[in-house]
């Protein structure tokens, strides 16, 4: 009897394994779909390469002195983070980019390849538009990519919203239960990358982040070895609306004032 229990326990196990385990493949993603078509709105127009495809969307400027582009986090499209356009100037390029699988852009919801995307977009605007420096911001799983991007070289300024040093520093208890080391698997870094990153820095993290505590954003910080970085402590905000800290807070003002130098 107890080997019976003892059988059916294994395979019980290892059949919620096998489900969390295919679940984490897509159960970091949130995407919605608002902008199906990819029309954009009074502000942002639908951005494509040379090929006609989707890759997000950008707020047209004529002479532009620098490139500013947004990369998400896992909820929502790009075009929810429209609220930069108050806090990059005017004068720079800002473009909202979009992860296959988010809003109107075709694929599979597979974060492989999005850094070499991002270096893709980041080519093809400054084939647009010239070959000017580039600011990336990035939002929660979003710094992955910004990190990445800024490791290959692609990047003059880096500035990085809820940052983690990975996807398994995330990762919910109750898959690392099932999957072990598995659980914790390193989707999204963010630490390594940035220690071969030179370009200036500036973190910004909520004080009150339950899924992405305050002392990721510091171990991030800590990972970067280049000379000049600013880590701003937002007290009363968390990783789910620290978006109106950026626009309001006084403690954000040196965040606003990197953007716009």
């Known amino acids: 009897m107890v080997v019976g229990v003892l059988i059916t326990g294994f395979a019980l196990y290892g059949a919620a394994s096998w489900y969390f385990a295919q ?4 159960a970091p993603f949130a995407p919605t779909h608002r902008d199906r078509e990819g029309k954009g709105d009074r502000i942002f127009r639908p951005w494509r390469d040379t090929a006609g495809e989707f890759l997000g969307y950008f707020r047209a400027v004529e002479r532009p002195r620098r490139i500013v582009v947004c990369f998400h986090g896992a909820k929502g499209e790009a075009l929810d983070r429209a609220w930069l356009q108050e806090v990059v100037p ?3 390029l800002l473009v909202l980019a979009e992860y296959p699988g988010y809003g109107a852009r ?15 977009l980041v080519a093809d605007a400054r084939k ?8 990336a ?13 800024a490791s290959k070289g692609s990047v003059d300024l880096l500035a990085l919203l809820s940052p983690a040093p990975s996807g398994g520093s995330v990762t919910p208890a109750v898959y690392r239960f099932f999957l072990g080391a598995a659980g914790q698997k390193n989707r999204f870094p963010v630490q390594d990358p940035l220690r071969t990153v030179r370009a200036p820095l500036h973190i910004v993290h909520g004080t009150l982040g339950s899924r992405v505590p305050l002392d990721h954003g510091k171990a991030v910080f800590e990972a970067y070895s280049g000379e ?11 990783e789910t609306n620290l978006n109106q800290a950026l626009l309001h807070s006084p403690f954000t003002l040196r965040f606003r004032e990197f953007l716009a130098q």
């Open 128 to 135: 647009q538009w010239g070959n000017l420096p580039v600011l």
């Open 90 to 92: 005017a004068r720079d």
């Open 137 to 149: 911001v990035g939002e929660d799983l979003g710094c992955s990519v910004a990190a990445g991007l």
């Open 23 to 26: 679940k984490q493949k897509t």
């Open 228 to 238: 000049k970085k600013r880590f701003e402590e937002v007290p009363g905000f968390d």
């Open 106 to 120: 075709a694929g599979a919801l597979d974060d492989a390849q999005w850094v070499n995307q991002a270096e893709r």
